[in-house]
């Protein structure tokens, strides 16, 4: 849950306060809205009178609290809201505080949720964290194969236009080594103008195509009423419910997030409930990686296809058109560090140490966990143990198989207009088998397989900032240093792609040789994904 409480709770002068984590659709730089002085429990448990509604709220908090009814379903309000329609224009749900809504459409988001009697999954975050990267998060783990589609829909509409030349192919380049000739083809920029909007297409038509399986899952914005003071109060202090009959605890873990003591609740809350479930860590940092890998990835793209039609300058000028991967390598570092921060910050987890606006609701949570687990040093020491054990063994910092297919359509995006141009001017067919061979598998696809396994072992073996004691007092030399690092990170990637590529170029000259160079990238490609899931990276 996030830092802040829905301003329906402050709006009105005859309402109690609630947990500040729990409701508001806040971004990070949100203020707290200050806790209404009218409405609050005295130290013996009782409560002043504040009016019908705040009395009843305050009522029903305490009476959960000395009940130990944390866990107890409230069937009446029990809701839950697809998760592809919350991300419906990419993700509005998650972007903008109730608080900056009318109220019609404040009570809007209720009516996105409707009752249930079971949820696929109970969505953990926290608001400090800002909406546009957990939409990111969320539609590259549940949309990946549809954007793939999607891509592959419109690049095969482009090839068939070429083929009917609608489109023209107006460029004109050589190529260089296949079996010692130079040929010269024509083509087009146009799969490569069609990949970004392909792929943004994917992602935004995506959520409205219904969902294989069951997704209803519970999201605070829309299944816990912003309006309505009882209900508000009612789903706040009713969360464990939402949490016994959730399947799935998903955490989208971000930096702060254990420092929220109602997330931290949550955790505690759903293996009360549910000893058998599954939690399922979402670090944000993950799909952040593969969105600068990306970016990376085409704008290198787009600059060695333009080198490509200058071949005489091709081993100056492709140096230069790589440049991008050393910014890439700089963010990646600092988005990888964020993995050894949420390892240590498990290691070290101190539920006291959990930071939460309203005392009673620190009371609120603290009894439960002393009731569930015996003491809050129980709990913190199944945190640092079974739970960052189970989290780590299912590899959840680690970049999926499945999101190396977008970043190969990326960078095989000129190959294609390349291979297209051969085939429709009619190149035999052992030209086209060695092109097929050395680059389309043997170089586009499994050397940069290759080559991003070592970007992102050396970005996560080399994260953090090099410890030199005796720089400590000179800032700008350690960031130096830092920067020092980065730059031999990109030499050796660099080293190793064009190396490869040099190996492709001479491979060209039979069928059996580019054959051989597939064969060998393929193992290679295959033996660092199989070392690298090991070490998790």
Known sequence: MGANVSTACCNKGDTASIPSETVRAAGADAENPAADPDAKASEDGEVDEVG?????????????????????????????????????????????????????????????????????????????TAGRWKVLALLLRTSWAFVILCWACCMSMVVCLY?????????????????????TYHSGPWLLVAHVPSILLGFALAPYFPSLKNDQSFLDVTCIHQEDQALMERGVYGLGGFLARS??????????????????????????????????????FVELTVLVLWVMIFCSTCLSY?????????????????????????????????????????AN???????????????????????????????NQYVQGPVRDELLQKRSTQIPSAYFLLLIAAVS????????????????????????LSKQIGFFFASQMVTLKILLYLCDRFAMPPSIPHLRAFPRVGGLCDFLQTVL???????????????CRRSQGHVWSAALYCSVMLFWAGLLHGCCRRRCV
């Open 306 to 346: 333009a080198v490509s039609f200058t071949p005489e300058y091709f081993w100056v000028a492709m140096p230069f058109a790589l440049v991008p991967q050393l910014v890439a390598a700089h963010f990646l570092r600092r988005l990888i560090s964020q993995k050894h921060r949420l390892i240590e910050s498990m």
């Open 163 to 183: 083929a009917l030349e609608v489109l023209p192919r107006p460029l004109t380049a050589p190529d260089v080594g296949i079996l010692g000739l130079t040929l």
């Open 52 to 128: 019908e509604v705040g009395e009843v709220a305050a009522t029903h908090r305490l009476k959960v609290m000395k009940s130990l009814g944390h866990l107890e379903v409230d069937e009446e309000i029990l809701r839950g809201v697809s998760l592809r329609k919350t991300l419906r224009g990419f993700g509005r749900v998650w972007q903008f505080s109730p608080s900056d809504l009318p109220l019609k459409e404040r009570e809007a988001l209720w009516k996105k949720s409707a009752s249930v009697k079971s949820l696929a999954f109970f969505i953990s975050h926290t608001w400090r």
């Open 413 to 436: 995006a000129p190959s294609f207009e390349v291979f297209i141009g051969f085939c429709l001017d009619g190149f035999p067919a052992d030209v086209l088998w060695i092109r097929v």
């Open 489 to 503: 990170i990109y030499l050796s990637y660099i080293v190793v792609d064009l190396g490869s590529y040099a190996v």
């Open 349 to 379: 987890f101190d539920v006291d140490k959990a930071e939460c606006r309203e005392e009673f609701d620190r009371k609120f949570v603290m009894t439960a966990i002393d009731a569930w687990y015996g003491s809050r040093e129980a709990f």
């Open 247 to 284: 399947k799935k605890l998903l955490i989208l873990w971000s930096q702060p997030y254990l420092s929220r003591l109602w997330c931290v609740f949550e955790i505690a809350a759903y293996r009360a409930a549910n000893p058998e479930g599954q939690i399922e860590l979402a670090p944000i």
